[in-house]
């Protein structure tokens, strides 16, 4: 199976990190609203935290040590003014904390350097300001994450732009060989992914567990994207190679639009799990009509026999599902198929005791009298169930069943009305024997 998990661990590492970005917000109201004088180091910080480059300035002529970080404040032990700036977006200040020799490479909690809190937090007046300086593009945080990654991962496209542009490595990965744009796809981005593909980015890059991006959105349901990876044709999995197919995905996510996207896409509307289950007889099964009609309009095979030898009818009748049937009746099932579960569709509806199925499946037509290896017909087994409905329902559709055939759902003949046939080819066949008593009748 697909272990989303190991592709990247967003979630939790982001919480982690977003946690302390909101603490780093709140240095310049701390800072604003503890003390009445403050120090140096705090005046730095407020100034950074208000976008104030006077305030900044004069602390630098003042002497302040712009990459010193507050020891004074517990609430702001750590804090550096050149994070406070750059997580706020205030490019100016950043530009004046730079040109007095902040230092762009150092890192603070969980490794974060600043440049990640610009790309994380969509500043791109800053990033810009800190690409005009020698910076290292390729530093990772405790989490393996690069700037570029902080940027797929909220979708700022501008600055994955910048940073491409720039020389960042997009080939960079992650323990679990994720790639900036797994991480761009993974958290649900499509513009980042199509700016990633423009760029040349390569879009079979697999994770070490061999997760493509396409997996990846189809398993998430994130048809924007899927849309994004067909336009840079990306190959869809062939059944030999995996374990689900992208439609087979889509389809147990219940997802219409994906699979309505990957068949358009040329994904083969028969695809079946390993053990011979149709895309068709599973969303029978689970009751997903939306994809069962479009996997039927793309040409999937209603009468395939699968597993035990059901059909996508018996599917349906086994869940019970009177909409489905009703629907593959429609769409030309046959519904007298007598597999290897030694049963047709109107034996089953009657064990189960669907009423309303058996009374749409007597109205479609079929073989009153079809018998079991143990000679059983639909009406044993129903009174052997004791639904009164359905025995009568049984009984009364016995009376007018084909003459020929004995399928239910017929026609009167028009001449004596006595006989009954469910087409004129029964008619026919009848014709030389019926015609006496017929002409009898008429007299
Ligand atoms: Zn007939
Ligand atoms: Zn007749």
């Known amino acids: 199976m697909l272990i989303l998990n190991n592709v990247y661990k967003g979630t939790d590492v982001m919480k982690n990190f977003l946690s302390f970005i909101i603490f780093v917000g709140g240095i310049g109201t701390v800072v604003a609203m503890n003390k009445e004088k403050l120090s140096l180091q705090e005046e730095l910080l407020a100034g950074a935290f208000k976008g104030n480059v006077e305030q900044v300035r004069l602390c630098i002529v003042r002497g302040v040590d712009v990459n010193a970080h507050c020891e004074t404040n517990k609430e702001l032990k750590g804090a550096r003014a050149l994070f406070v700036a750059c997580n706020q977006g205030h490019a100016d200040v950043v530009r004046c904390l730079l040109a007095h020799g902040a230092d762009m490479d150092i890192k603070i909690e969980r490794g974060c350097t600043a440049l990640m809190f610009a790309c994380t937090n969509g500043h791109l007046e800053v990033v810009k300001v800190v690409l005009e300086h020698s910076v290292k593009l390729e530093t990772t945080n405790d989490e393996g994450l690069t700037a570029l990654m902080c940027a797929c991962q909220y979708g700022h496209v501008d600055i994955i732009k910048v940073l491409l542009e720039h020389g960042a490595d997009h080939t960079t990965r992650l323990e679990s060989g ?20 423009s760029f040349g980015v390569d879009i079979n890059a697999q994770t070490k567990d061999g997760t493509t991006v396409l997996t990846i959105a189809c398993n998430k349901g994130l048809v924007e994207v899927v849309k994004v990876l067909l336009k840079y044709n990306s190959g869809l999995s062939a059944m030999e190679n995996t374990e689900l197919t992208e439609l087979l995905l889509g389809c147990k996510k219940n997802n219409a639009q994906m699979v309505k996207c990957l068949l358009a896409a040329g994904a083969n509307p028969n695809d079946a799990f390993k053990d011979g289950l149709s895309a068709l007889m ?121 003459n020929v055939c004995h399928k239910s759902n017929v026609r009167v003949c028009q001449r004596c009305r006595q006989k009954f046939y469910c087409s004129r080819d029964c008619q026919i066949e009848d014709w030389p024997e019926h015609k006496k008593s017929c002409k009898k009748e008429k007299r």
Do not use: W
């Open 178 to 197: 994720g790639e900036p744009l797994h991480i761009a796809c993974f958290c649900e981005h499509p513009e980042a992914v199509d700016y990633l593909l």
């Open 282 to 402: 599973f969303v029978c099964g689970e009751g997903y009509l939306k994809i069962a009609e479009l996997l039927l309009k793309e040409g999937a095979d209603i009468n395939q026999a699968g597993p035990g030898g059901c059909t996508p009818l018996i599917f349906a009748l086994i869940k019970g599902n009177i909409r489905f049937v009703k629907l593959l009746l429609g769409k030309g099932a046959d519904a007298d198929v007598h597999g290897s579960l030694d049963c047709t569709p109107l034996m089953l509806a009657s064990n189960n005791g669907n009423e309303n199925i058996v009374r749409a499946l007597l109205k479609h037509g079929v073989i009153m009298d079809a018998q079991n290896k143990s000679r059983e017909t639909a009406l044993l087994i129903a009174q052997r169930g004791r639904n009164k409905k359905i025995i009568s329902s049984l009984l009364e559709a016995e009376k007018e069943m084909c």
